[in-house]
């Protein structure tokens, strides 16, 4: 190993002296050179037409190719173009993954949690659900308005919007209906399929409270009507104390505009709710006195209980964990170690602490939480485990900071029955279990 | 208003009817629709080439473009890809621009503060520095090699590095050089040209002491050669004692792996130290009993004072702020109601607490600070203002935990003197002076 180094020493020695020559030809003055080099330097690399040629050629999967050198080292990189919007690794593949439904216009795309690092989902991979397609819409164009029982009805757009003081908040955004394939038996391959209709960003818009106080909410008005400007005019019902406590509006996600599928140019954030009532393409706001029952709260989005009886605005999720690795479909490399580690998160707060089992649930040890632990935001929690080779089976259970622990799928299923012919759908934030067979083997299944 | 809205209310109730047709056609089962429908579907909307088109046609700047439909409401969306890395709106244009020097393969671009919201920057808009160029580099030939004063050398391919226990922090990424054309006059127009190389992402990635461990620190060991894989093979000396610390080898970037211009597969995180020295595209690691005196050590990266010396190794980022909104080359739209808006931070730790002087410096009032105030990370400010149309002068003040007050330009010049034919050049961390005109123009000025 030593020599091995050394070597390498005489090799970096050379390449230092090569490369110092390229340098000083490559030196920068502080300020502008004069045209003639420049023009130069552009030539010696392909002309204009290379700067051309690097900020074009994209993949399908967000990425701008670039020929692959031998050794990065010993031949220039590609240059820094003059106006850009940086793409990541060609060598990078993960990609939100389409659950086949019967058209991708009412359907959903899952975020590879099993490739996640830290909180912050990348806007690229942030999930997708949209009932009519991902409607394209000219921010210039938009407007929002807002009427019913208020004092003055409004209309705003945009650039009036941006005007109002602002917000900013990591959080996440989960579809009620993550894991509906699991409740029955386990269904899915990986965590990507399993947990992957959530995703955490940073968002940034106006309260929804100055929005509101500026038209003035009449006497009476308890419910808040939220309509989309998509193809599905989606609409939902939400309570007036919600929309006064800490509903938003948002314009942006993790620092620049918030994303087409997420909305753009406006989605009304509603902390710690179904990811359904956080309304995307937001245009209308209408205030009344009793919820509106559209059809998603009524033949959707609802919960069916063993009684037959269904509950509505079944909004907060409930405290949720995950191990995203190792996870299903994920082959562990021989006995030794390895860092199990995961999100938790909870629509009532902060997640106060989270427990993993490596042995089915006998015994339970605290995850280290990484920091910052922030409420109703994705947590990422890690867990040093030593695996022996044998077979064995992964859990995590998160107790958020209002005391209430993750259940076990038993003790949901105890609740919520397993009703109509699919089984139950919405809502279910039980304990996953992954099983790790001898062979490293990682699977999805039911553990009671 | 009311009867815009009475005629709107008209207009989407039409409008739901409408769409509950098209919603009944496009209702979606939860589980795979039988393939005959599919298609159907599919041909409605132009057949799997427009699939194919959804993913492939980008523009330069990061966009997928989509036909805009006069009324999103009454066209369908695009569909959802089976497969996808998604991109920004085709409205949004924000760019990184590029300093012009002699030649692209030696230069930076620079982040368009004005645009950011929050405190993450997104990572196509993070600000890049190479000496040679963005080096193509493929993860699975990469090593990292640990020699020098340590027990045993080792090398470490990507994957082994994935291994260890890791860790994820928010923090900010400044390069030395930002301002630099800024010490003896107010060159550039716009806080992008200003201030736009620091930039802040959810890093992830090994701590260094874990990697130093493993190889063990010899005695007499004080300081460390971390040196990168480009064609400049940048290097720098760190001395051991931060490394140990908190410095680690970050793989990830905003929830995925780094960027390619950020250093991809692996760079040196040195938190609260000049951008320089947190080496990209990570190659080796050599431990010594003295500095390596590179030249980013000693012709560059070094502080010239007025007598003469220079101070070598300034490597902390001391505490700074700037207001981004409103900033130069903005117009303001008459008196009024506006929010200022801006980033501080500090290489010594958390921001404690940021004044703004909407008079020159006259007097200062308390900012607030978005949570979360984390430290050595951007922090977002905010401060209202109402502009009464005279001309005045904007300015924000950053005190970090330490105590430290961000200095005034006639301060930092007093201390750092304007030496060498472009006055000084690195660490320039002075308030900035904003002017506002009658006429709502804001220019970029020096006040003392």
Redesign the interface.
């Known amino acids: ?2 020599r ?2 050394d070597d ?2 005489q090799r ?1 020695a050379r ?2 002296r090569e ?2 020559v ?2 000083r030809d ?9 045209r003639r ?2 023009v130069q ?2 030539a010696a ?1 392909g002309g204009v037409a290379a ?2 040629r690097t ?2 050629a ?1 993949t ?3 990425a701008t190719v ?4 031998p050794d ?21 593949t ?5 659950f ?10 899952m975020t590879p949690l099993e ?12 999930f ?1 659900r ?11 164009k938009h407007s929002l ?1 807002v ?1 019913g029982m208020v004092d ?4 705003y757009s945009m650039k009036d919007l941006r ?6 908040r ?1 959080m996440f955004v989960e579809c009620s ?1 993550n894991g ?2 699991e409740w029955s038996k386990p269904t899915m391959r990986t965590v990507q399929f399993t947990h992957g209709l959530t995703s955490t960003s ?3 818009g106006v309260p929804l409270s100055t929005i509101l106080n500026e038209s003035g909410l009449a006497h009476g008005a308890k419910w808040l009507l939220a ?1 989309g ?5 989606m ?1 939902r019902s939400i309570p007036i104390d919600k929309a006064m406590k800490d509903c938003f509006l948002a314009y ?1 996600q ?4 918030i ?3 997420q909305g ?2 406006l989605r009304l954030m509603v902390p710690g709710c179904e990811g359904n009532i956080n309304i995307k ?1 937001l ?2 706001l209408e205030v009344s006195d009793e919820p509106f029952m559209t ?1 998603e709260e009524t033949s959707k989005y609802t919960d069916l209980l063993p009684d037959g009886k269904a509950v509505q605005f079944s909004l907060v999720m409930e405290a949720k964990s995950v191990i995203t690795s190792p996870s299903g479909e994920m082959l562990l490399d021989g006995p030794g ?3 199990i ?1 995961g999100l938790a998160w909870s629509g009532r707060g902060a997640v106060r602490r989270v427990d993993v089992s490596t042995d089915g649930g006998r015994t339970w040890r605290r995850a280290a939480l ?1 920091s ?1 632990v ?1 409420p109703v935001s994705h947590t ?1 929690f ?1 867990f ?1 485990w030593t695996w022996d080779g044998n077979e064995t089976i992964l859990q995590s259970r998160c107790v958020d900071e209002t005391g209430y622990v993750q259940p076990t799928l038993g003790q949901l299923i105890a609740v919520r029955g397993l009703n109509g012919p ?1 089984g139950s ?1 919405y809502h279910l934030n039980a304990i996953q279990s992954w099983h790790v067979a001898r062979d490293g083997k990682v699977t999805n299944v039911h553990h009671y």
Chains 1, 2 share one sequence.
Do not use: C
């Not at 490739?115 to 942030?126: E, F, K, Q």
């Open positions: 190993m030593t091995l180094v390498l020493d970096l390449e230092r490369l110092a390229k340098q490559a030196a920068s003055p502080y300020f502008r050179g004069d080099r420049f330097s552009l690399m700067l051309a900020a074009a994209q399908p999967l967000g670039h020929d692959v050198p990065a080292s010993k031949t220039p990189g590609y240059p820094l173009a003059d106006e850009s919007y940086g793409t990541r690794s060609q060598f990078e993960e990609v939100r993954r389409r086949k439904t019967a058209t991708p216009l009412s359907s959903w795309t490739a996640g690092m830290g909180i912050v989902t990348p806007s690229g991979l942030h997708e949209s009932h009519g397609g991902t409607a394209v819409i000219d921010p210039t308005y009427h003055e009805p409004r209309k005007r109002f003081p602002s917000i900013s990591i209906g509906l394939t940073e968002w940034t309509e400007g998509d193809a599905a005019a609409t942006g993790n620092g620049e505009a994303r087409p599928e753009y140019p393409w245009r209308r059809r170690f390895y860092e580690t990484q910052p922030l990422r890690r040093p699919l759908i």
